[in-house]
């Protein structure tokens, strides 16, 4: 059974950093193409980075771009999330998603991810 577990949210300061992990299992993970979302309280879920297969491409939303850093160890079955300097807009349940097959161009939909975790809590606060 194909399975994301994230992991690694918690309180932190404005200007701190939290780094997430995506257990997976089930699959091959090099196979799937892996994206992180996530979902404020009374907001839509929203994009917030993706990796493709081998690694070799990223992508940001311009919110994260510069903070954010994605990263993908298929040895390991785990995809990470590094946020540096977090601000309070950062605060959201973050996902970890998986789909085997994406259309071109269509990294940042949420439709588009056949599979998801449960999600990890992260608050940024003083």
């Known amino acids: 059974q194909l399975q994301l577990v994230e992991s690694g949210g918690g309180l932190v300061q404005p200007g701190g950093s939290l780094r997430l992990s995506c257990a997976t299992s089930?699959?091959?993970?090099?196979?799937?193409?892996i994206g992180w979302f996530r979902q404020a309280p009374g907001k839509e879920r929203e994009f917030v980075s993706a990796?493709?297969?081998?690694?070799?491409?990223?992508y940001y939303a311009d919110s994260v771009k510069g903070r954010f850093t994605i990263s993908r160890d298929n040895a390991k079955n785990t995809v990470s999330l590094q946020m540096n300097r977090l601000k309070p807009e950062d605060t959201a349940v973050y996902y970890c998603?998986?789909?085997?097959?994406?259309?071109?161009?269509?990294?940042?939909?949420?439709?588009?991810?056949?599979?998801w975790g449960q999600g990890t809590q992260v608050t940024v606060s003083s």
């Open positions: 990796i493709s297969w081998s690694g070799g491409t990223t």
């Open positions: 089930g699959f091959t993970l090099d196979d799937y193409f």
């Open positions: 998603a998986a789909v085997l097959f994406l259309r071109e161009n269509y990294y940042s939909s949420v439709s588009e991810y056949r599979h």
